[in-house]
C-alpha cells in the first residue's frame, strides 16, 4: 500500500472540519500528515503541529511559506488539505496548484465568485489535482442513488426536493466569541453567502450530484431572522433544471430540532428515491406502482458505487467520516495514478463543482436583492 | 344524546369523499343521514340511497328540490353535508344556507374565487352554520400543535415548511375513465387549481391554522407535468407570512412512493414542532437546546384539544377518519347549541377559511402566470 | 342496507372497552344499538343507556333479564355485545347463547379455563354465532401477513417473536380507586393471569392468527413487580410450535414508554414480515436476500384481506377503531347470513380462540409456578 | 501525541474483524501497525503484510514466532490486536502477555470455557493490559445508557429485552466454501456456540454495560435452523438478574430482513431506555409519566460518556468504526498511562468480561441440553 505525504493548510485548535479531514484522511491510511500551515497565528501552528506529532520543521507560520520549501523539499508533500474559512481558500490553492501539489479543498471553493474563476482557470492550467470536499457524495448510498437515477430506474426526473436545516445559530452565537459562528456569519471571510455558502452549497451540489441535471435558474428568499445577523440563516429557492424539472431548496441554520438534516428526494415518470444524511446508510427506493424498498449500504441490490464505497457489512452503520474518507480514497487514487502518469476517473467534486456552487450563492444572493426573481446561474 | 338529521348532497358509487363524510358522521353516533341527492343522474342517486337504506322518498333527484322539501318537512333535515365535485359546491351550498339548513362542505370551498366571495356573503347573511371539512384540523395532535404555538412554546415563528405530495396522478389516469381522476383534472368541476386546489388548500390551511399566521403574497411555480393534463399536478410555493415569517409549500400528485404524505414543520425562535399525516399520533417538539420530545395523542403531555379530540388510550391509534369525525363532532355541538338559540366556539374550519384557501388557489395561479412573481393574497 | 339490532352488556360509564364496540359497531352503520344492561349498578345502567340515547324500557338492570325478555320481543335484539369485566363473561353470554342471540364477547374469553371450556359446549351447541374480539386481527396488513404466510411468501416458519408491552400499571394504579385498574389486577374478576390475560393473550392469539401455527408448550417466568400487585405485570415466554419453530412473546404492563406496543415478527425459511399495532397501516416483507419492502393498508401489492379491510385509500390511515370495525364487519356479514339460513365463512375470531388463550393463561400461570419448566397447552 | 506500535494476530486476506480493527486503530492517529502474523499461511501473511506496507522483516508465519522477536526488539510492538478465529485467541494472547505486550483481543475471548479461565488466570498475572473488543460499548449512546441507569434516571431496574438477529446464515453458507462462515460455524474454531458466540455474547455484555447487573441465572433454547449445520443458529433465552430484574435475550442468524439488528430496551421503576446498533446515534429516554426524548450523539443532554466518545458534533453520523475505535482509544489512553507506570480508568472491556462472556454461552449450551432448564452461570 502506497502511501501519500498531505499536508495541512489550517485545522488548528477550535476547528472543526479540520479534524474531519485529518480522520478522512487516516481512515484508509493511505495519506500520511507530515507538513501544515494550521494557523495564521504562528504559535497556534505550531502549537497544533506538536499536538499532531507533525515535526516542527515542517510546520509553517503560512501557507506561502510552506508551499515554497514542501516543493522544493525531496520528499515534500505530494498534496494539501486547505480547511481554513473560505476567504483564505484562493489564496492557499494558489501557492499549491503552482507548483504541481494536489489539492484537496474544503467547500464553497472560495468566498467570491470572481475569486472562484479565477482558480478554476488556476487548476485547469496546472498539472495537479484539484479536489472539493463536497463530502455527501461520498455516501456510499448517494452513489447508488447518483447510479440508479443514471441507469434510468426512476425515468426522466420531474422534481427535485433538497433541504438542509440546522438549528445551531438559532441565536446569536456569533456575539459569544465562538469561533465557529464567527467566521461563518462573517461576509469577509465567508463571502456573500451565510446558510446558501455554508450548507445550501452542499444541498445544491448534492442534487446536481444525483440527478446529473444542470440549474438553470433559480429564485430565492433569504432572511436572516437573528438580529444584527450580516448573512443570510435561512433560504427558500426554487430551482429550474435543464430539462423541466423543478426544484425546491430549503436551507437553515435556525429551524430547532434539526442538527444535520440534509435530505434529498428525487421523482422522476418512474420512480422516487429519498436519501437523509442522518440516517445515510439507507435509500428509499420507490418505483411507482410498487411497494417502497428500503435499500441499504453494502446490502441486497447494492450499486457499484455502494460497494465501492464500503468498508463493513450492511448493518453495521458507516458514518459521515467515512463518506468523507471515501472523497480522500478518490483522491488518493487519482494521485497515485498521476503519480504514474495515468489518469484516474473518480466522483471526487472538482473546481467546476465547486464554481457551480459559488454561482448558486451568487444567484440566490441576486434574486433575493431583487425579491426573489428569477436569476440564471 | 341527542341526534341530528343529516342529508347528503353527493357521494353515491364511486365517489370516494362522500362515504368518508358518512363514516365520519357515524362514529360518535350524533347524526342521522336521512336524505340525500346523493348523484345528478336520478337512478344512480336513488340506487345510492337504497343501498344506504335512506327513505326512498326522501332520496331526490336534485339537490334544489331536496333543499325546498326537507326544509318543509316538519322532521326534516337539519344540516346538509355537500361532497360534491368542486363547481357544484356553490350552488348547492346556496339552496340550503337560504332556507337556514346548516351546511358541511368539502373543500375547496368552490371552483371559482367569484362563488367563494358569493358564498361567503350568502353564509354571512343566513342562520345557518357552514363549516368546510378542511379535516386535517381535526387530528389531535393538529390541535396541540395549534396550542402550543400560541401558548408560545415555540416563540415567534420564523419558517413554516408544509407539503402534501402524492402519487397518484404520476401516469395519465384521467385518460382511463377513472372518475376521481377525471373531475379532479377538469377545471370545468375542479376550478382554476389541480393539485393546487385538491391538496395545496389543505397543506396551505393546516399551516395557517397551526400557525394563526396570515399569508401575505406568494411566489408560485406549477407545472403540468403530465402531458395533456389540463391542470397543475406539481407545485412550488414560496410564502410570506404578516409577521415576516417565511414558508414554503410544496404540493404534488407525481411524487412516486408518496400517498398522502402532508407534513407540517414550524419553527420559532424558541422551538420547533412536526407533524405527518401518515403518522398523525405523534407531534415532534423541539425545544430549542434541549431534547427533541415525542408527543402522543391522549398521552403524556396532551393539551386540550388533544385530550378533547381523542376517544381511545394512547397507544391506540386514530386515524384519519376519526380527524374527520371531530370536524363532525364540532358541527354537532354547534348545531346543538344553535337548537338552543346558543353558539357554540369550535375549531371547525368556515367559509372564511374557505374563501382563504380559494384566494391560495387564485394567487398561485396568477403568480405562475407571471413567471412566479409575488402576488398578494 | 339492512341493518342489525345490538344489545350490549357492560360498557357504562368509567368503562373503555364499552366505547370502543360502540363506535365499531357504527362505523360501518349496520348495527343498531337498541338495548343494554350497562352496569351491574342498576341507576348506572339507566344513566349510560340515557346518555346513549337507548330506550329506557330496553336499559334492563341485569343481563339475564335483558336476555330474557329481547328474545321474546318481535323487534327484540339479534347480537349482544358482552363488555364487561372477564369473570361476567361466561355467565353472560350463556344466558344469550341458549336464546339463539349472537354474541359478540370480548376477550380473553372467560376468567376461568373451566368457564372456558363450558362456554364452547354452550357455544357449540347453540344456533347463536359466537365472536371474540380480538380485535387486532381486523387490521387490513394482519390479514395480508395471514394471507402472505399461507401463500408460502416467506416459507417453512422458524422463529416468532411477539411482544405486547405497555406502561400504564408501571405504578400502583389499582390503590388509586381507578376503575381500570383495579379489575385488571383483581383475580376475582380478571382471573388467573394479569398482563398474560389482558395484553398476551392478544399477542398470543396474533402470532397464532397470522402464522397458522398451533402452540404446542412453553415456558413462562411471570413476575409482579409493583408491590403488593396479586395479579402478572410482566411475562417472559418461550413458545414451540407444532411444526419445530420456536416463539420469544414478552408481555409487560411495567415497561416505560410503551402505550400499546403490539409488534409481530416472523421469520421464515424464505422471509421475514413485521407488524406494529402503534403503525398498523405499514407491513415490512423482508424477502431473503433482497432488499426490505414497505407494504401498505390498500396500498401496492395489497392481498384480498388487505383490500377488503380498508375503507379508505392508502395513506390515509385508518387505526384501532377501524381495525376493531372489521371484526364487527365479519360478525354483520355472518349474522345476515344466518338471517338467510346461510353461512359465512369470515375471519373473525372464535369461542376456540377464546378457549386457546385461556389455555395460554393458564399454561403460563402453571410453567411459571414450577419455575418456568416447560408445560404443553 | 505519542503513538503507540502495534502488532497483528490473524487479519489476512478474506478476513472480515482484522480489517475493522486496523481502521479503528487508525482513526484517532495513535496506533502504527509495525507488524503481524496475519495468516497461519505463511504466504498469505507475507502477502498481507505487503498489502498493508508491514516491513516484511517483521512479517511473520506465526504469532509465537512474533511475540517472541517483536519482544526482544528495542523498538517492538507494545500492543497486539488478536483477531483470529476464536480458537486461536488463547494461544496467542498467551504468548503475548507473558512476554508483557498488551493484549486488544476480539471477542468471544476463548473457544472454551476452560481456555476462558486460563487466560483469565495469565492476564491477571501479567503486567500487561487485556482489553476485549466486545466494540458495541464503544458507542456513545451506549455509554451515555449506562452513565444514565448508574445516575438513577429509570429507577431500579425491572425488565432487560436484549436481540440480536442477523439472516447471512438462513441458508447454508458454510457449504458454498465462504471463509466467515465455514469458521464461524465450525465448534473446533468457534467453540460451543454459533450465534449464542458470535453474537449473543455482545448483545449478553451490552445488557450487562448498561445495566450494571450480573446474570444470575438462564433458561435458553438453542435451536440450528439450516440442516447439517452443527451449532445454534438460533437462541431464545430468559434471564435472571441479581436484583430480581428478568431479561429476554434473542440471537439469530436466520432471521431475514435483519442485518446486524442489535436492539436493548431496559425498563425500571422511573423510567425506560432504548437503544438501536443500526441507528446508533440515538437513544430514546422514556421517563415514566412523560414524553418520550430523543437524546442524541454530541446533542443536547450529552452525558461524560456520549461528549467523550464523539468526534464530530451532533447530526453527522459517527458509526460502528468509530464506536470501534473509541474501545482503540480507550486501549491507548491505558496503554499511555502504563507506559508512565500508571494505571488509566476506561470503560474498555476485560478479560473478566470476556469471561463472563463464556460463561454465557456455556450457560445457554448446558441449558439447552436439559430442555431450557435453568442454570446458573
Redesign the interface.
Known amino acids: ?3 501519500i505525504r498531505l499536508g495541512m493548510v489550517g485545522g488548528g485548535e477550535g476547528a ?1 472540519i479540520g ?2 479531514h ?2 478522512a484522511s ?4 493511505r495519506f500520511d500528515l507530515v507538513a501544515g500551515a494550521f494557523s495564521s497565528t504562528p504559535e497556534r501552528s505550531r502549537a497544533s503541529g506538536e ?3 507533525v515535526d516542527p520543521k515542517r510546520t509553517y507560520d503560512d501557507f506561502a511559506a510552506m508551499a515554497k520549501r514542501e516543493a522544493r523539499l525531496k520528499d515534500g508533500i505530494e498534496a494539501v488539505s486547505i480547511v481554513t474559512p473560505n476567504h483564505v481558500h484562493y489564496a492557499a490553492a494558489r501557492e499549491f496548484l503552482k507548483r504541481g501539489i494536489h489539492v484537496i479543498c474544503d467547500k464553497p471553493l472560495t468566498s467570491t465568485l470572481a475569486d472562484a474563476r479565477k482558480l478554476v482557470a488556476l487548476a485547469e492550467k496546472s498539472d495537479a489535482i484539484f479536489i472539493l470536499t463536497h463530502n455527501y457524495t461520498g455516501y456510499p448510498m448517494v452513489r447508488q442513488a447518483r447510479e440508479m437515477v443514471a441507469a434510468g430506474e ?1 425515468g426522466v426526473i ?2 427535485v ?1 433538497v ?1 438542509y436545516p ?3 445559530l ?2 446569536d452565537l456569533e456575539s459569544t466569541g465562538q469561533k465557529q459562528a464567527g467566521w461563518r456569519t462573517d461576509p469577509e471571510q465567508s463571502g456573500a453567502g451565510g446558510s446558501t455558502g455554508d450548507i445550501g452549497t452542499h444541498a445544491y451540489n448534492l442534487a446536481g450530484f444525483v440527478t446529473g441535471l444542470r440549474c438553470e435558474a433559480l ?1 430565492a ?1 433569504l ?1 436572516s ?1 437573528v438580529s444584527g445577523r450580516r448573512l443570510d440563516d ?1 433560504a ?1 429557492v ?1 430551482l ?1 433544471y435543464e430539462n423541466g424539472a ?3 431548496l ?1 436551507c ?1 441554520q ?8 440534509l435530505r434529498l ?1 428525487v ?6 428515491l ?1 436519501w437523509k ?5 439507507y435509500l ?13 449500504r453494502n ?3 447494492a450499486t457499484e458505487g455502494n460497494l465501492a464505497g464500503s ?12 463518506g468523507f474518507a471515501n472523497i480522500y480514497a478518490d483522491a488518493a487514487e487519482m494521485i497515485l495514478a498521476a503519480r504514474e502518469g495515468e489518469t484516474a476517473e473518480t466522483l471526487a467534486p472538482t473546481v467546476h463543482d465547486g464554481l457551480d456552487g459559488m454561482r448558486f450563492v451568487d444567484a440566490c444572493v441576486r434574486s433575493s436583492k431583487k ?4 436569476v440564471t446561474l
Open positions: 500500500m502506497e502511501r472543526f479534524g474531519v485529518r480522520i487516516r481512515i484508509d491510511g499536538a499532531l506529532g426512476i420531474r422534481v426536493q433541504e440546522q438549528d445551531w438559532a441565536e429564485s428568499d432572511d431572522f435561512n427558500h426554487m429550474r423543478k426544484g425546491m430549503w437553515s435556525v429551524a430547532p430540532g434539526n442538527e444535520n438534516g428526494r421523482y422522476g415518470e418512474k420512480g422516487g429519498e444524511q442522518e440516517d445515510p446508510n428509499w427506493q420507490a418505483p411507482l406502482g410498487e411497494p417502497k424498498r428500503l435499500l441499504t446490502g441486497a441490490g468498508r463493513i457489512p450492511a448493518g453495521h452503520p458507516e458514518g459521515y467520516l467515512e425579491d426573489a426573481g428569477w
